[in-house]
Every structure is written in C-alpha cells, then in structure tokens.
C-alpha cells in the first residue's frame, strides 16, 4: 500500500501558535510526503485573551511549516471556568461546522479529529464528513464525560447523561476510534463502540524532546536555584492535584535543599502563589510561569527529578498524561504522583518512582527515596525512561502507524 500523496484535513480546536502535539503530528505528516490542512480556531489557550496579531475573523488562513491553516471564529476562554468555557467550546463547534465546509474544500481523504478537550471538537468533523463523505479517525486524549465529572467542572448527573448520549452519537459516526491509552477502551466500548474500531494510538513527543547538556552560562541556569530539584511542567489546573505537592513540601522544609520548580500557567496559578506565600515556601517552592515548548528539554536537564502528577479519580486511572512522554524523551528519571496507568508504566519500565494520588507523606517519601540515591541510580532511570519511550512510543514509528490506518481507510492500496 502506498502511504504518501495522502490530502489529510486535521479538525482540531487548538493549534499554532498554541502549543499542542497536534502541532509536530501535522508537520510530521507533511515531511512524509502528505498534503496537511488544519481546521482550527482564532489562538487563546491558554490566557484567555486572543494572541496578538489576531483578530476574531482575522486571519482566516496561514501557512505552518507546510501546513495550511484554515481559522474560523470563536469566542476566547477568557479565565477557563463556567459559561466563559462552555462558549469557547460552543462558538467553536458551531462556526467550525458551518464554515469548515466553506474553507475546506480540497477534496482529502481522511478526517483526523485531535480531542484533547473539548469533544464538541468532533461536530465539525461530522458535518465534513457528511457534505464531502469522508472517513473520520477520532482520537481520543480525554474521556468525556468522565473528565467533566473528575475536574467538577459537571456535577448535575442528567446533564452528564446528556453529555454521554451526545458522545455515543459523536463515536458512533467516526470509522475508528484511536485511544492515547489502553485503559479508555473499557469506558468507550460501553458507549456502543465495538472492539474493532478501537485502535490504541499512543502520544509520542515532539523531536525536540531529547536530552540536553547545556552550558554554563546558558539562561536557564540562573532561574533554578541550587540543590536537589524537583520540577514540574504543565498545566496549572484542578487535575494536577497541586494542594498535595504543597502538603508534600511543607513536610520537607527541614530538607532546604530540596527545591520544588513549577514551569506553567493555568486556571490555578494564582491560587498557588497566594499559596505557596501563605504556607511560607518561598525559598523551596519557586513558580518561573509560562516558557516556550522549545525551552523545555533545556530546563529539564537541570533537573533531578520530573514531576507528574493528578487528582485521585477513576478517570485519571486510566490516562497517562502527555508529559509523561516528554519526561521520557529527555531521559530524566520520573516521579509520579497518580495512580492508575500512567504509574504503572514509570513503575514497569524502572523510569521512576510512583508514590500514588493525594498522599502527600508518600510523596514526600518518595522525594527523600530519590534524593538519598546516588546520581548514578537516577541516571539509569533515566536511561530506562528514554530506552522505553524508543520502544512504545516513538515518533516516526509512530507516524507511520497513523499513514498505514489512514490508508486503510481512505481506500488506498
């Protein structure tokens, strides 16, 4: 089967200059010879405001590193929380469907739909599908409605029943459904959707993910400070379960050289810093916000430890969180502080420690366990981590899959 010459339209609510894997996913298929499209919105995520340079219905169409990049309307997140949120989501799915098939019109094979949150992404897919009769792969990053009963941002059970029907009906107009975990193929399966169309499609990391040694004087190096370091990378939400990384650092402060670094923004950044003020961590817990994807391998490597971490709920069990990924990549030795999926696969692999969700004193356990090793001990995590994301999880392995299913389902031989 030829895999190249495919014409791939991407359905996806964030995009360039918004910093998503869906990003080097696109420009990877066009290296491999595919014609790429994107169908997105105006970039907001994630401070809420529109990026500069952009306007609601401006521009509507640009060129990313080969990929054409279709924009429709809609109205930002503002703060991310309620009927802000609720019509981000909306306004989206809504111009996205009745402009998608106005704008995209280049006669493509196959529909791919990225679904990190919101699903309503799938809408516009659909009605694509529809007008052109084209095969949809939908791949699933967060289980609705699941997530919106794990992060309360739902609470009223007939509304999440709503939001199940919707999502029964959404799968059941996709050709496959592709899975980041091998653990959302239960819940999926009991919405109707028969083991055959369900393919487990894992995240990679982007290729500027891999190990880094800088020097000296880089800038980097003056914002962490000196000691054993512990850093996180990510969102800032209700998911990440920051009140127990607190706890755990309150309970460590007789170690001061164990330092707590947060690269990220999000909904609870300033719950946090009024925080980490309050419990008087300071000196321990340092908060350097949002930096660009590109600065990340950079950042890690002055790092002892990664940090992973979420809620204790059902539905965390089952995911592994996208940095895990990228913690691999740079072969630094992980600590994860989740239960479930992604805490089995660190604990299998030797790529770190998992100490399991809000338990604050098993994380600082763990903490002390990884600080009392010798750097040696650590490096080999590290080593394992990498040597296992080569083999599960790597990109251009990774990107033929997805040609070959494409392929398939577009017809080509």
Not at 240 to 260: G, N, R, Y
């Amino acid at each position: 089967m030829s895999k190249s010459g495919l014409k791939i339209l991407i359905v996806s609510q964030y995009f360039w200059p918004e910093d998503f894997r869906i990003n080097d996913l696109a420009h990877g298929l066009v290296r491999q010879g595919h014609i790429v499209e994107v169908l997105t919105g105006m970039p907001n995520y994630p401070g809420g405001k529109l990026f500069p340079g952009y306007r609601f219905t401006r521009p509507h169409q640009e060129v990313f590193r080969g990929v054409t990049v279709k924009r429709v309307p809609l109205i930002p997140r503002a703060k991310g929380r309620g009927r802000n949120l609720l019509l981000n989501y909306l306004s989206f799915a809504l111009s996205a469907s009745i402009l998608g098939p106005l704008r995209c019109k280049n006669a493509y094979d196959v529909i791919f739909v990225f679904e990190p949150s919101p699903v309503t992404v799938g809408l516009p897919a659909i009605v694509l599908k529809k007008v052109f009769r084209i095969p949809i792969l939908f791949w699933v990053q967060d289980l609705w409605p699941e997530s919106l009963s794990a992060t309360g941002a739902i609470t009223s059970k007939p509304l999440l029943n709503l939001v199940s029907i919707f999502v029964r009906f959404l799968y059941r107009q996709c050709d496959r459904i592709l899975i980041q975990s091998q653990a959302f193929k239960g819940p999926i399966q009991s919405l109707g959707v028969s083991a055959g169309r369900i393919t487990y499609y894992p995240n990679s990391a982007e290729a500027l993910y891999r190990p880094e040694t800088i020097d000296a004087a880089a800038p980097e190096r003056s914002q962490i400070p000196g000691g054993f370091i512990i850093m996180f990378a990510g969102n800032i939400g209700e998911a990440q379960d920051f009140p127990t990384i607190l706890k755990a650092a309150e309970s460590l402060k007789m170690h001061p050289d164990i330092h707590f670094v947060i690269l990220g923004d999000g909904r609870k950044y300033a719950w946090l810093e009024s925080q980490v003020a309050k419990r008087d961590l300071g000196t321990t817990v340092h908060l350097l916000g949002r930096h660009s994807v590109a600065s990340m391998p950079r950042f890690f490597s002055l790092a002892d430890v990664l940090l992973v971490s979420l809620r204790k709920d059902p539905i965390f069990e089952l995911t592994i969180p996208s940095k895990v990924q990228s913690y691999m990549a740079c072969g630094r030795p992980i600590l994860a502080a989740l239960d479930g999926e992604g805490a089995r696969v660190i604990s299998a692999t030797g790529s770190g420690v998992a100490c399991g969700a809000e338990n604050p004193h098993g994380l600082a356990k763990s903490i002390l366990e990884l600080y009392n090793m010798t750097a040696n001990q650590r490096e080999q995590m590290g080593i394992k981590a990498r040597e296992y994301l080569n083999a599960n999880f790597e990109r251009t392995l990774l990107i033929e899959r997805l040609e070959n299913m494409m392929g398939k389902l577009s017809g080509g031989n």
